[in-house]
C-alpha cells in the first residue's frame, strides 16, 4: 500500500522511488499520501484489485505447500486493506469505497479468495486495527460489524490491534490500552479475539483469559526482549511445560 517502498525503520523509513534499486509503485484506494511530503500512491484500477486479491489466494496456496497450519490476513497498521477499510484514505467513488460496505468489499473478497483454497477444518485470523484513533476514521462500532461479516465467511479470530493509518493519529499509548477492544468485538460479534498491545507479565496475561476480555494473547516486543518469555510465564504461574532439550538445565529451580 501506500506505507511501502520504504527503508527499514532503523535506516530511517526513508521512501525508495520506483526509480530507485529495491524501489517500486507503492498502491492506494486513492492518490492519498501517508506523510504529505512523499509521492502521491497510484490508485488501484479494477484489474490492479482483482490481482491483489489473487495475489492473496495465490499466498495461501504457498502458505499451505510450506505446512503452515494457520494464517492470518493483516487488515491493521495502515497497510493495503486497512486502507481500503477507513474513509480517511479510501475516497472511491466506485462500488470499493464510499459506505461501510464498499469500504469493507475489498477485505471480504479476499477472504473469499483465501477460503477457495485454505482447508475449513484450519484456522484462518484476520488482523484489524479497531480504530484509526482519528477524527471521523475506522472506528470499533464499523470494527464490530465487520467482524459478524468475517464470522459468517468462516474467520476464527480477530487479532485486536489499533492505529497505523494515518501520522496524525492520537494514541494513547499504556499498558493493556487494547485489551478493551478484544472484549467488545469478542462480546459484540460472537467471535474469538486475540488481544494485543503492551501486555509485558504472565499476571496480566492470565487476568485478560480468565476475565474473559479475550481468547488469546499476542505478543511481539515482549517476545523480543525474552524470547523464552513462555517459559518463565510457565514458571511464574506454576504450570509445567515441556522445555526444550538443549535448555533443561537451565530450568527454574
Not at 530511517?12 to 500512491?41: C, F, H, M
Not at 494457520?70 to 477499510?85: K, P, R, T
Not at 484514505?89 to 459506505?99: L, Q, T
Not at 484509526?132 to 476514521?137: N, P, Q, S, V
Request: hydrophobic fraction near 40%; include cysteine.
Amino acid at each position: 500500500g501506500r506505507k511501502s517502498s520504504h527503508t527499514e525503520s532503523w535506516n530511517g523509513s526513508k521512501l525508495i522511488l520506483p526509480t530507485e534499486n529495491e524501489g517500486w509503485e507503492r498502491v492506494a484506494p486513492s492518490d492519498i499520501s501517508y506523510q504529505e511530503d512523499t509521492l502521491l500512491p497510484l490508485a488501484l484500477d479494477l484489474k490492479g484489485i482483482n490481482k491483489v486479491i489473487d495475489d492473496f489466494k495465490t499466498a495461501t496456496i504457498r502458505s499451505l505447500n510450506a505446512g503452515f497450519k494457520v494464517i492470518e490476513i493483516h487488515a491493521a497498521h495502515g497497510y493495503l486493506i486497512h486502507q481500503f477499510l477507513s474513509p480517511l484514505s479510501n475516497k472511491r467513488s466506485d462500488n470499493y469505497g464510499g459506505s461501510f460496505e464498499n469500504r469493507i468489499r475489498f477485505l471480504l473478497e479476499i477472504i473469499d479468495a483465501v477460503n477457495e483454497v485454505w482447508p475449513q477444518d484450519l484456522p484462518l485470523f484476520v488482523r484489524i486495527s479497531a480504530s484509526d484513533w482519528a477524527d471521523g476514521g475506522w472506528d470499533l462500532e464499523q470494527t464490530i460489524q465487520l467482524s459478524k461479516l468475517l464470522k459468517e465467511k468462516n474467520v476464527d479470530l480477530i487479532d485486536c490491534s489499533s492505529g497505523g493509518l494515518v501520522s496524525y493519529q492520537k494514541i494513547d499509548s499504556k499498558p493493556l490500552y487494547q485489551v478493551h477492544f478484544a472484549k467488545a468485538i469478542k462480546k459484540e460479534a460472537q467471535i474469538l479475539t486475540g488481544a494485543v498491545g503492551l501486555i509485558t507479565t504472565s499476571e496480566e496475561s492470565e487476568k485478560i483469559l480468565e476475565d474473559n476480555e479475550a481468547d488469546f494473547i499476542f505478543m511481539a516486543r515482549e517476545l523480543l526482549r525474552d524470547p523464552y518469555f513462555p517459559l518463565r510465564a510457565a514458571h511464574e504461574l506454576d504450570v509445567k511445560v515441556k522445555w526444550p532439550l538443549q535448555y533443561e538445565r537451565a530450568k527454574y529451580r
